[in-house]
């Protein structure tokens, strides 16, 4: 098996050759935590996963790490220097919270949700605020080497012209990005197209002290800065929607291999955007799902992942409720199988020859679909032809037991034939169930102070208490 994927940096198909050989270090832009994750967010968290997944079953020692963005993500970021309003600030006062609290609370939807739809856990999980002394040495040595410039008052921007390599990923090159410039002329720096790496703004909730101020960081340096701690300034793969290539990409390769730490990342992988009913998903069209939405219309994790990974990451993806509904029942159609196959299993006995031989064409083309740049929707299809055969067959013994056995690879990648149900509204977080358990001792104890206290805590984080005669009940409002 060699798995070959389509490199964003050399704009082909390349064949996975890993630095140190059998290892695959992995770099993965994760959510910015102001509110609940939508399918787009988690198209590409899922990219990431199938990708984990394979490099996994393709025998490699994974290390994959996971950003959360919980500082300093702007509302207009798709210029390289992004103004306007922080998104976490904004919502922590429209919600009357401290931005941490805001922070904490969707980082807890998010990791609730990432195993709701069957992630594989990364191995870190590194939040932006619990790592600004690294982005601080980081923006240092960038000023040491030239490549960034102190404005005084106001902050410490890149200094773009300093980097030759600026556009190697996006073809945003200076020259390009100087014809069709939309970008307001700031006198304070030097390039319209240099960005911020610390910024000093008194109206800022979140600010730590640094060597040009009290302040808070860019939005691209968090990546760097983690992604050095954690891998190494040269490590295998990164990956991010298709919307981080510019700026937030390419400004970090800049400050990565500014900085001097080492080459960055050698293969990128970015996943196409995602339409609902063929139009870009937004609030005001009414065409916006979480998937903590998805749960609430009654859907499964599983039937949720199954619609999200099912089309090739590289395509752009439509999602449509019938979409998912038709998902829903293809995937029940496995699963299904799947339990009449272990009612029939047994250990002992032969396979049959022509079974054994089905079925290991079957693999060598499932793995062939996702060697080939991660072609679920190939690989899908070799299954569900497969699944087919077996329902015409309905193979016992022996033969039931090796389709379990090739269901079972193929749910290596996938994540959706033989793991268990889980639904928004069947799951609270340990955190939630904790904060449970708590209010029913505090109004044993008749703390009705706590007992509100913890009322409210557990409604900012979507749960609702119900006090009855038989006792408390919850129900998700969110
Ligand atoms: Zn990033």
Redesign the pocket.
Known sequence: MTLKLWNTMANALEEFQPIQAGEARMYN?GPTVYSDPHIGNFRSFLMADLLRRALDQRGFKTVQIM?I?DVGHLTTDDVADASGEDKLEKKAREEGLDPFEIARTYEDVFHENAEQLHLRKAHEYPRATDHIPEMIEMIGQLIERGHAYEVEGVGVYFRVHSFDQYGCLSGNTLDNLDSGSRIAVDERKESPHDFALWKIDEKHLMQWDSPWGRGFPGW?I??SAMSHKYLGGTFDLHT?GED?IFP??EC?IAQSVGSGVGEFAKVWVHARHLLVDGEKMSKSKGNFFTINDLFEKGYQGFEIRYSLINSHYRQPMNFTLQGLEGDSKAIQRIRTLREKLEERATDSGDVSESLQQKLASAQDSFDACIDDDLNVSGALGVLHETVRALGREEPVGADAAAALEFLRHCDEILGVIFVGESSGGDDLSEEQQGWIDQREQARKDKDWALADQLRDRLLESGIQIEDGAGGTTWSRVR
């Open positions: 832009c950003n963005t691209h968090e990546c991010g981080n937030h990409h970090e």
